[in-house]
Nanobody, 114 residues
Framework: QVQLVESGGGLVQAGGSLRLSCAASGGTSSNFGMNWFRQAPGKGREFVASINSSGDSTVVADSVKGRFTISRDNANAKNTVYLQMSSLVPERTAGYYC?????WGRGTQGTVSS
């Protein structure tokens, strides 16, 4: 059973950056596509970015394009995906969740102070 564990969240001032990680474990003998979603307080979960299994194709939501970058590390059949977030504003405060193979991680909180 694949498990997804996010890390890297925290408190940052407006204009700052955060780098989130999501590591997959269990049943990960091959690479697979991975995604980031976020959920702001009182709102539904929304798509942020996705990356394919080889890492050569990405999709980033228009709302964060140019500020967020998704990448991955496939060394040694490892499935670890990163979300680099820059020029953060308080409106980006949210729980950030990794999704892959139909599963969700527990999320990591990113809070942007003004």
């Amino acid at each position: 059973q694949v498990q997804l564990v996010e890390s890297g969240g925290g408190l940052v001032q407006a204009g700052g950056s955060l780098r989130l990680s999501c590591a997959a474990s269990g049943g990960t003998s091959s690479n697979f596509g991975m995604n980031w979603f976020r959920q702001a307080p009182g709102k539904g979960r929304e798509f942020v970015a996705s990356i394919n299994s080889s890492g050569d194709s990405t999709v980033v939501a228009d709302s964060v394009k140019g500020r967020f970058t998704i990448s991955r590390d496939n060394a040694n059949a490892k499935n670890t995906v990163y979300l680099q977030m820059s020029s953060l504003v308080p409106e980006r405060t949210a729980g950030y969740y990794c999704r892959a193979k139909g599963l969700w991680g527990r999320g990591t909180q990113g809070t942007v102070s003004s």
